[in-house]
Each structure stands twice: as structure tokens, then as C-alpha cells.
């Protein structure tokens, strides 16, 4: 007679793959479309190590500033082709939500990225744009949300004295794909 077949570890199995598939599924998408923030596995690791940017700090003490990563969320305003094919965009700083706004609390595809309507401090950025990001509908420019990574320049804009950061990473939402607090339930 042939021993029984041990449920035990046939059900542990069927676990481990159950849930590897839905580990695999439950990843942040490129826009975010979750109840909270969901960093990309490479916007985590761009962002290791920086400091949020406190532009008023940096500006009152440039030399302490100069040699950190930096990271913070802005609202582009003006976008202008720089050397070597990047983009020079200036914007407003925002502070993003902890909890994104969503359409719909039973539904996470109508959560979108949130940010705080009061901007914050002008800001200029020196990004290489991504092919994607170049042209058409969701291309970067004026009302894009960025999620900025990157090391303050030395010297400040000529034309209006604000810092310009040198991204090395920025995640981008086009308008529409992201909300300003209170335009969605929370």
C-alpha cells in the first residue's frame, strides 16, 4: 500500500505560488494608482540617501546643500531644450500626500498621486528626457508633476537667482494623471 500524498505540503506550495503571483501583480504601475504613495523599485533606489530639498535652507546656506542628494515634487511651469538634448524646466515645489486622493475608495484605479495645492518655492531642473517623455500627449511640460532626484548646481539661475538642480532620476505625471488634494475623496 502506498502512503497517503501529506496535504501539508501540497497546500504550503500552493501558497508559495499564490503568493508569489500576487507579489508579482501588486507592484506600483508607472503612474501610481494606488491608495498610498508606491515608489518604482528604481525611484527607491534613486531617491536612497537624499534629503527632502528645503529650499529656503539651501538658499540660506548653499555650502551645506551643495554636496547632498536632494529630493522633492514640483509642478512644471516652463520647459526649454538644453544641451545634449535634455530639458531646463522651471516650476513650483509641492508637497505630495501620504495618502493618495481616489474616485472611488472601492477602486484603486481611480487613485491618483496627490499633492498639496499651495506651491512652494521656484525651483529649476536639469533633466535628460526620456523618449517617452519628449512628445505628444503625455510628454513633460507645463502642469507635469514631477518626483525629482538630483544634486544642486553651485551657481543659481541667471535670470531670476533660484536654485537649478542637476536631476539624475525624475518620475513624471502628465496633467491628469495626478490630483491636488480635495479634487478627489481621500
Not at 58 to 67: I, M
Amino acid at each position: 500500500m502506498l502512503p497517503r500524498p501529506r496535504p501539508i505540503p501540497m497546500i504550503r506550495s500552493a501558497c508559495c505560488v499564490a503568493a508569489l503571483l500576487v507579489a508579482g501583480c501588486g507592484g506600483p504601475n508607472r503612474w501610481g494608482y494606488a491608495r498610498s504613495y508606491a515608489p518604482t523599485p528604481t525611484e527607491k533606489g534613486a531617491e536612497d540617501g537624499a534629503k527632502p530639498l528645503d529650499a529656503a535652507m539651501a538658499e540660506l546656506k548653499p555650502e551645506e546643500w551643495r554636496t547632498k542628494k536632494v529630493h522633492f515634487f514640483m509642478i512644471v511651469d516652463e520647459r526649454k531644450d538644453a544641451a545634449g538634448g535634455a530639458a531646463y524646466l522651471t516650476g513650483k515645489m509641492h508637497v505630495r500626500n501620504e495618502v493618495n486622493g481616489c474616485g472611488n475608495k472601492h477602486d484603486e484605479d481611480t487613485c491618483r498621486v496627490t499633492v498639496k495645492p499651495g506651491a512652494g518655492a521656484v525651483v529649476h531642473v536639469q533633466a535628460a528626457i526620456a523618449p517617452e517623455d519628449r512628445e505628444g500627449e503625455l510628454r513633460i511640460g507645463k502642469g507635469s508633476l514631477l518626483h525629482v532626484v538630483g544634486v544642486l548646481r553651485e551657481k543659481v539661475d541667471e535670470g531670476d537667482g533660484k536654485l537649478v538642480v542637476d536631476a539624475s532620476f525624475y518620475r513624471q505625471w502628465p496633467i491628469g494623471y495626478f490630483a491636488f488634494e480635495g479634487d478627489l475623496l481621500q
